[in-house]
Structure formats: structure tokens, C-alpha cells
């Protein structure tokens, strides 16, 4: 049985990416198997797949979601809008000297007020004065992960946002889709891979590491998901062919295998705390491209679960000795699952 001590692993600080590559598909990509592994670059996925193999994607898109703000009593406050409820109403963290109450007015950007509702466990609900996605696009910044030293400018409001982004809802990019350009996405058109979209709002609790030692006792964080119909008959007829489905994310993978629990895969919406950690059954992706996931996080939890957690000691000792880089603007992997359900 693993404890949370067994994923926790040194990282120079020097590894972690605090900027894209100038261009999307130029970054470093491991192929991680048990056999072994292989330095590539990204834009070899290309001959790695093969026609009929299914690519899915999460088509989520980046909110402005942070803001700062003053409440009516003065006292500065950070926001952090973590999930869209209706056209008016959010669920959203907020950093102040002392909690809001409800009822209480907030004044954010120096724009629009917002009035403070009930709390909800980390969160509180907080009522907007029009379209809530009007107004955060309008006002509010580009939420970039916590190990990411300097504040959002243009350039990441374009680069921390995958190329096929198109509902709005997430505060953080699904990141594995960030290497993909439409250049490299033609390329793997023009070779007969097949290509499914799932949906899947990225929460602020992907960043955060867990703090139970005994692994059981950790309560993971609620995303909402949506898979349609047509992405489960392009997952059926892939596995029915032998190809493979690769999940592009671990967020993609999330919401395949959340919305495969009975033994299928199933279309709908619905929130998944789904926890894998080794010793779990894949029911659905064969293979997985990643990045580099933080110490001591439910992803590198994941990836020990579908590739073997022997095998990515091993990858995550080996891209550190090579410099790759880690995280959100970091290199990918490209991992096989090693325990595939039927």
C-alpha cells in the first residue's frame, strides 16, 4: 500500500517552466514504457500514433477568474471565482484579512459589485450584477498556477489556453493540450488519427498537494464533466477496431474514466471526486500524454496508476538528470497503460 511519502520527489527549482516556448508543438516529449524510455520531441507524436488511434481532447476554456477588490468596509480582498453556477452566481475563493459576511457588498476591479452569499465548505457564493461571463472576461485576469512567478500578460492569455478551447468554465488549462498547434493537429488528421472532445472544468484543487499520509483519508476535489454522445461512439468504434484511446490529460482521462465506472463508457454531465491511485483498473484510455506532475499531487498519483509506479520513478529521475522542463509550460510524456480493464 502506498503513502503519500512514496510520490513526493526533489525538483531543482531551475526545472520548473515560467514561460512557453516560443512555439506549441517545440517542446520535449518522453515516451515512457516499461521496456524503457526515449527522449523525443512533441511533434514526433506524429509517427508514435497510428490511423484509427483516437485522440481526446478537453475542449474546456481558461476563465479570467481572479480578481482583486475592496469591500465596503475597505479591507482589500483577492477573488478567485472557482466554478460558474448560473448566468449570475458563482462559487469562489476569497483571500481577505478578515472573512466577508453575508450580504456584504464587494467592489471588484473598481467595475461592478458583487454581494456575498452563503459559504460552501472553502467557498462562497457570490451574486453578480450581470452575465457572469461578461464580467469576467471583461475584468477580471488570467489565473496562472501558484509556481508561476509573475502575473498573466498577453502572451499567456493566449498561451495558457489550448488552440481548441471553446467552453468557458475552467481556472486552470487542461496544459498537456497546450503543445498541440494547428499545424501539428493537421498533421495527425492527414495521418487518419480520429480526434473526440470531452469537457472538463478544471478546478483550482488540481494545484493542491495532498496532506494525508495515509492515502484513503484524502478528500478529492469536485470537477463537473460532459461527454456527448458522439465522443462515446468515437471511443466504442476505436476499441472495437484495437486502436488506441489516448487521453490528452489527465483531466481528459478524469472525465473518460469517471464516466466509465459502470464497465462502458457513458454520455452525460456530472461532478467526479474520482481518485485514481495505483492499483486502480483503467476502463477506457489506453494511453495517456502528460506533463510533468507536482510532487505529493493527485497526478503524479495517476500516472504511477496507469504507466506503473516503478516505471515513472524511474521517467521522473530521468527527465530531471536531462533538464526537462516541468509543469504547466513544461515538456510532455507519452505513457501506455499497464492495466487495461477486458
Do not use: C
Request: glycine content about 6%; proline content about 4%.
Amino acid at each position: 500500500m502506498y503513502t503519500l511519502s512514496d510520490f513526493d520527489f526533489d525538483l531543482p527549482q531551475e526545472l520548473i517552466a515560467q514561460t512557453p516556448l516560443p512555439e506549441r508543438s517545440a517542446s520535449r516529449l518522453l515516451q515512457v514504457k516499461a521496456d524503457g524510455l526515449t527522449d523525443r520531441a512533441f511533434a514526433d507524436i506524429v509517427e508514435l500514433l497510428q490511423p484509427g488511434d483516437l485522440l481526446v481532447f478537453n475542449d474546456t476554456r481558461v476563465l479570467k477568474a481572479r480578481f482583486f477588490g475592496i469591500k465596503e468596509t475597505g479591507g482589500k480582498v483577492e477573488v478567485m471565482v472557482e466554478r460558474v453556477l448560473d448566468a449570475r452566481n458563482v462559487h469562489a475563493q476569497i483571500r481577505a484579512s478578515k472573512s466577508p459576511v453575508p450580504g456584504m457588498k464587494i467592489r471588484l476591479a473598481d467595475a461592478f459589485d458583487v454581494i456575498v452569499g452563503q459559504r460552501a465548505g472553502e467557498f462562497y457564493e457570490l451574486q453578480f450584477p450581470d452575465d457572469v461571463f461578461e464580467l469576467i472576461d471583461e475584468h477580471g485576469r488570467l489565473p496562472l498556477p501558484p509556481y508561476i512567478e509573475h502575473d498573466a500578460d498577453t502572451f499567456d492569455e493566449t498561451r495558457y489556453q489550448t488552440v481548441y478551447a471553446k467552453h468557458p468554465g475552467a481556472v486552470a488549462a487542461p496544459t498537456a493540450g497546450l503543445h498541440f498547434d494547428d499545424a501539428l493537429l493537421a498533421s495527425l488528421k492527414a495521418k487518419g488519427v480520429n480526434f473526440a472532445y470531452v469537457t472538463l472544468h478544471v478546478g483550482a484543487g488540481t494545484f493542491q498537494p495532498v496532506r494525508n499520509e495515509n492515502l484513503s483519508e484524502h478528500k478529492m476535489h469536485s470537477e463537473w464533466y460532459t461527454i456527448s454522445q458522439q465522443t462515446v461512439d468515437a471511443v466504442r468504434a476505436a476499441r472495437a477496431a484495437g486502436r488506441d484511446v489516448i487521453a490528452v490529460g489527465t483531466t481528459s482521462l478524469r472525465a473518460l474514466e469517471s464516466a466509465s465506472q459502470s464497465g462502458a463508457l457513458q454520455a452525460g454531465s456530472a461532478d467526479t471526486q474520482l481518485f485514481i491511485t495505483p492499483g486502480y483498473t483503467f476502463k477506457t484510455v489506453t494511453r495517456l500524454i502528460t506533463n510533468f506532475h507536482l510532487p505529493k499531487s493527485t497526478l503524479l498519483m495517476l500516472v504511477s496508476a496507469l504507466a506503473g509506479y516503478d516505471t515513472i520513478r524511474a521517467a521522473y529521475t530521468h527527465a530531471i538528470a536531462q533538464r526537462y522542463r516541468f509543469f504547466s509550460y513544461g515538456d510532455a510524456m507519452f505513457l501506455t497503460t499497464t492495466k487495461l480493464a477486458g
